[in-house]
């Protein structure tokens, strides 16, 4: 067969990796069947009449897919294609309500208490920064984060911060995650 085509619903994972193929241009006089190898670690093979496989559900990771011709004559070599699945990238959703406060007073100014949650992050030690309303990075102290866990943190907001329709960002650094920003939220006081 011509070289197979990996279509898939996402660069990133979870993913669907669903293989396709042309058939041959000379069936060698007899029925085509087509056996395929789909690996990543552990592999799924089999047979189909047709020129497609069923889709394949994925993590990240690299796959290959390998599909050959067959008849009553014997069988073709493989043809193969390979596709790369992204990690789900890092998010953190902000918590908001009667959980979170204002705190006056904060270096002459405002605070926002904040909490958020991460979540795909690997495991280890990452710089928590809030992004104040002219642009500039507030540093916190270092924290150790893992998917799933909850950080509370205080934001300064400067002394001439608005009352209505305030904003605050949230942004972690470090280990092999470069840079990324929570939800911004709003808030009125």
Partial sequence: ?????LSTNSSTAPATITPQWSAPADNGGGAITYEWNF???????GSTGGTSGNGQSVGAGD????VRACNPGGCSGYVSAARHINPTPPSATMLFGSDTGV???CNGGKCR???FTVYNIP???????CLQMDGS???QASVALSSGTTVE???FLGANYPRAGATASVYISGGSITAFYSDTKSWNW
Wanted: proline share 6%; hydrophobic share 30%.
């Fill in 103 to 105: 705190v006056f007073g």
């Fill in 137 to 139: 990075f507030q540093t």
């Fill in 1 to 5: 067969p011509a070289g197979p085509v």
């Fill in 123 to 129: 495991t280890g030690n990452y710089t928590v920064q």
């Fill in 153 to 155: 943190l205080s934001c």
């Fill in 63 to 66: 796959y290959t897919f390998q």
């Fill in 39 to 45: 690996t990543q670690g552990s592999s799924a093979s």
């Fill in 113 to 115: 208490h904040l909490k």
